[in-house]
């Protein structure tokens, strides 16, 4: 399948800051609203972060704060790094200046979903890794900043590969194959096989209310499921389960995807199924797993 996204070089400026200190954040934090506010052709900068910070900052500048806008994280964080990227999206197709010029100060939400498990903080990596390649085309300026007191050195030491603008920088494809090489779990020997050539939406709506999803989540789920086969084309069978409150489906489409960014590319409205269904798949999904193998692909979704 074919990127939407060009992996080429282009203007996004993407840094990272490290802090340990109300006074490093806001060493590193003045200077580049500063930038951001003398820029031209540029609406004020944004800043994404820990209330804290954001009062930090309130208390500092006072009425200089202007037009700056404060957001909290966990208003930008609401769910999976997939819908991180679709906010990061919405947010500068409605606001940016022209090519995307903005500058975004960016505070991930580590003591939450982002760095409560080693799979979760794996999946927010990755979106680091990619927002190189797909915000590669705009003119944003992205800093992305880091409590070292919360997200701790492990998790300093995988991003700082994932900014251009440290000496520790790496391929965001490379990364990526990295964490694809992370073999998943093998499915349940009681894993249910869905008939025909396609899932029918309906049997896994039927399914996932039996497994004790609401009616309108199993809804969700059913067409996360449908729609992502429909993009993936053929399917060699799929495969349904529990994991704990979770439900688990597994298409394995019989051609590769080879698209590190499928279903992180926001598609056109007016786009028709493919390449859309993973889209909506990653957006409602707690984790979407792609492995592509000699023969196929493996795509896992799982809800909840």
């Known amino acids: 399948m074919t990127s939407q996204a060009d992996p080429g070089p282009g203007p996004f400026d993407h840094r990272m800051a490290v802090f340990g200190s109300d006074e490093e954040f806001l060493a590193q934090a003045l200077p580049f609203l500063a930038e951001g506010l003398s820029a031209p052709h540029e609406p004020p900068p944004v800043v994404i972060a820990a209330p804290g910070n954001l009062d930090l900052l309130r208390d500092t500048l006072g009425p200089g704060t202007g037009d700056i806008g404060l957001v909290p994280h966990t208003e930008w964080y609401t769910g999976s790094a997939a819908n991180a990227i679709a906010q990061g999206a919405g947010h500068l197709a409605a606001h940016a200046g022209p090519g995307g010029r903005i500058h975004l100060l960016m505070e991930p939400v580590w003591g939450g979903r982002a760095g409560r498990s080693p799979r979760e903080t794996a999946e927010w990596i990755r979106y680091e890794a990619l927002a190189n390649l797909l915000f590669a085309p705009l003119a944003t300026t992205a800093l992305c900043a880091y409590d070292a007191r919360i997200a701790g050195a492990t998790i300093v030491a995988a991003a700082r590969r994932t900014h251009p603008d440290t000496p520790v920088y790496e391929d965001p494809l490379r990364i990526a194959a990295e964490l694809d090489a992370v073999p ?121």
């Open 184 to 304: 998943l779990p093998a499915p349940p020997a009681d894993a249910e096989r869905l008939p025909g050539p396609a899932p029918a939406a309906g049997a896994v709506r039927t399914w996932a209310t039996v497994q004790g999803l609401a009616p309108a989540e199993a809804d969700v789920f059913a067409t996360a499921v449908t729609e992502a086969a429909a993009a993936l084309g053929p399917l060699d069978r799929a495969l349904l389960w529990a994991d704990g409150p979770a439900c688990v489906c597994e298409l394995r489409p019989v051609r590769r995807v080879d698209d590190p960014l499928a279903g992180f590319v926001p598609p056109p409205d007016t786009a028709p199924g493919q390449g859309k269904g993973l889209w909506f798949a990653r957006q409602v999904c707690a984790y979407v797993d792609v492995r592509d193998e000699p023969d196929g692909a493996s795509v896992r979704l799982q809800y909840g």
